[in-house]
């Protein structure tokens, strides 16, 4: 099926919940995941160690 896309609008909290939420529901794209780094530099490492099944861009800054 097709999943869901969402925007960050550059909000670290609305990139957070939105990851979360897509991860919920078996997959989405969340954009903008780069403003998280503001508030948790360590979120989308922290949701990997929890084997949390992520894909995330190669050309997203914040997650090298």
Sequence with gaps: G?????SSQGDHRIAMAMTV???ANQGGEVEGVQCVHKSYP???NHLLRLEAKLYL???DESLK
Aim: proline share 0%; charged share 35%; no cysteine.
């Design 57 to 59: 861009s190669d050309d």
């Design 2 to 6: 097709k999943r869901a896309r969402f």
């Design 42 to 44: 360590q979120f989308f």
């Design 21 to 23: 939420f897509a991860m």
